[in-house]
């Protein structure tokens, strides 16, 4: 069975402009989870997205969205970027929200110069 | 979510069992004890997971005390594969608990 995959692995971008990170759950999962780990500050929790909907955000601006779609495949969508958004990007699945073990993807590392 | 304490680092030799410790001693009755790894660079891996019975699977051993102040992740034959920082979390399943938080961790180095 195919874990959580993500994608790009990499992805280099300049100050100000946008970035699309993309996710798929593992087979039957309906919830995504998006963090963010920059070096020395650890998992920091982004968003939360379950059956297509949106269900809690952590404390970062507006400027990270995402979206989760009918496959429950998801988005996160990084505007303006800023040099310390500089980070691994991880997204974690869950069977059903809150609950359940969460079963993380690889992570796209994102450089902002 | 109850606070746990790790080592900072430990070393392994190779084939040999690999004990990590975590101290959580204010956990409360409905908190479970998670193990996770993370591989320089990689996703987190879970490992495994218990509420009050020691559990294994084909990754680990985790094993609890009877307090359950205190739990021990055992990987049975280490390889260097195995070198990673190690997270113990204790995490309430219920209700709207959604987010992991992971503190230092232990960095486990499996030397040849």
């Known amino acids: 069975e195919a874990g959580v995959t993500q994608s790009p692995t990499h992805l280099i971008k300049t100050r100000g402009q946008q970035a699309t990170l993309r996710c798929s759950p593992i087979s039957g999962h309906t919830s995504v989870y998006w963090y963010q780990q920059a070096l020395g500050l650890g998992l920091q929790f982004l968003l939360w997205y379950d059956e297509g909907e949106e269900r809690n955000r952590g404390n970062f601006p507006p400027r990270f969205s995402g979206r989760q779609f009918p496959n429950y495949s998801s988005e996160l969508n990084v505007n303006a970027l800023e040099l310390e958004d500089s980070a691994l990007y991880l997204c974690?699945?869950?069977?059903?929200?809150?609950?359940?073990?969460?079963?993380f993807g690889p992570g796209t590392r994102l450089l902002v110069l | 979510d109850a606070k746990t304490t790790q080592p900072t680092s430990m070393d392994c030799a190779e084939g040999r069992a690999a004990n990590l410790p975590c101290n959580h001693s204010?956990?409360?009755?409905?908190?479970?004890v998670y193990w996770y790894r993370q591989i320089h660079s990689q996703g987190p891996q879970y490992i495994i997971h218990?509420?009050?019975n020691n559990e294994t699977n084909e990754m680990a051993s985790l094993i609890i005390t009877e307090d359950r102040k205190s739990s021990t992740l055992i990987l049975p034959h280490a390889t260097l594969r195995d070198t990673a920082v190690y997270y113990c979390i204790v995490r309430f399943l219920g209700g709207s608990n959604y987010k992991l938080t992971f503190g230092k961790g232990t960095l486990l180095t499996v030397n040849p």
């Open positions: 204010t956990i409360s009755g409905n908190e479970y």
């Open positions: 218990g509420l009050k």
């Open positions: 974690a699945s869950t069977i059903t929200g809150g609950e359940e073990t969460q079963y």
